[in-house]
């Protein structure tokens, strides 16, 4: 039987504990709401972005632009979108398996694969298994910014019109609800014409083929302007999605840590009365003896 | 006129308009272009101007700084850096953001900041029209 004093130790370790993840579930929810704001401000841009971007590939010769190539190359790229930061409950988890899987799945297809990572978390887990990872960015989700997106925009842009690949796969956590993250694997090169593994359903994509585009000013200088900023914009939208996620899925696990912790005080606390009953009653037990043993 | 065409206004921040509306005239990069239900494919970047766009048989405005505008027959989308509706611009500090890039302007500089301050004047200039416009019951 462990002693009173152990158990009074134990309680208030675990009371410290479940101090430490309440602040943390608190800060969590504070910078959700402000993650979440931005993600849901910056969405329809960016949806409304790729509708046309969509549109303008079906119509405009896809050789105008170097970044609307398609080519028939076999190398594939993932760009594996993790957290900086641990203790979010299956965050990281669930996008490091995906990604292994559908790397797994490529290589079957006889394609060759490449890394790149955005996030501690995932460059550590890819490192430890010393997959090859091309490029990497850590530290973007503490201040989270429109530059962080031009320079991860500009890096993929730049390695796909030199041929580093030729097909990219964002693997990301999407914002679904506060409490819910879904695991996307989206195609970001070449720009797709057809409906991807991605969430929005609700994409007008008029079926109208053929008859050309009107541009103005010329072709050529409104893609080189329009195409970049979309690849710009797109890697906006999944680092927002995947910041406002992260503190989603820390605050559910937070929650779920303090509850745990509550149910082992207590259930801890409980023993401890019991324990400190029996003490006490075998103590006036023997006392109770004594004196009848005076008499 | 039966057609109607559905404008959907976005900048980076929101989405700013999503509506049915009649007619819409938009600050194309090369000139103003007017758009009717059925109008062809067409794309244009926008330059700083004035959005118009009648619904109910009422002209409504909206200030555009820069952006692209994608129309199809059925639809007009205007991805826009920034966008205002009139209604929402605030007619003092519009009047004074006029007044401080003149002098801004007037005081003059370097090449990239007389340059500067011309864009920031051309913008107070087109908010505080539009905002007029707005008061002045045109809307």
Redesign the interface.
Known sequence: MPSLQSLRRKIAAFKNTQKITKAMKMVAAAKLKRSQDRIL??R??AH??R??LR??SQ?VNRSAHPLLQKRAGRKVEILVVTSDRGLCGGFNGNIVRKSAEFVRQCEAQGLSVNLSIIGRKGRDYFRRRSWAIRQEWTGVFDKLSFEHAIDIGGDLTENFVKGTFDELYVVYNEFKSAIQQRVIVEKLFPIDTDVEFGSDQNL?H?S?LG???????DEGE?LS??VPKHFQ?QAYRILLESAAAEHGARMAAMDGATRNAGQLIKKVTLYYNKTRQAAITKELMDIVGGAEALK | MAGKILLEVVTPEKLLLSQEVEEVIAPGSEGEFGVLPGHCHFLSSLRIGELRYKSQEVWRYMSILWGYAEVTPTKVTVMAEVAEKAEDIDVGRAQQAVELAEQRLLAGGLPSEVKDAQISLEKARLRKKIADRAKHGHS
């Open positions: 401000a910056a329809p841009y409304k972005m509708g046309v549109n303008l119509r007008p008029d109208v008859g050309s585009y009107l541009v103005e000013p409104l302007a329009l914009i």
